[in-house]
Nanobody, 118 residues
């Protein structure tokens, strides 16, 4: 699976962005998809996940402000980010994950920069 993230940019605090991650291949619907972010000098952290069945979950970073969704017909996962804050500034990565027996299979996109100015 190859992942191509897009939609990042520069936005003022309080603004919004919609990230997209397009996946190649015919098995997209079998993967749980996630959005992670990594700010300078910090570890990569999970923001939101959506299961292959469409159930979503959020960490405190995104809860209440962000919404993850997927369109299996378009092989694309989205992250709608509202009420952005300067602390949301980071490179955002999409992830595709599935388990085969006990093995975890991960694919990562190249990242898209989100910068929120105060």
């Amino acid at each position: 699976v190859q992942l191509q993230a897009s939609g990042g940019g520069l936005v003022q605090a309080g603004g919004f962005l919609r990230l997209s991650c397009a996946a190649s291949g015919s098995t997209f619907s079998r993967y749980a998809m996630g959005w992670y972010r990594q700010a300078p000098g910090k570890q990569r952290e999970l923001v939101a996940v959506i299961s292959s069945g469409g159930s979503s979950d959020y960490t405190d970073s995104g809860k209440g402000r962000f919404a993850i969704s997927r369109d299996n017909a378009k092989n694309t996962v989205y992250l709608q980010m509202n009420s952005l804050k300067p602390e949301d500034t980071a490179v955002h990565y999409c992830n595709a994950r599935r388990y085969v027996l006990t093995s975890k299979i991960d694919f990562w996109g190249q990242g898209t920069q989100v910068t929120v100015s105060s």
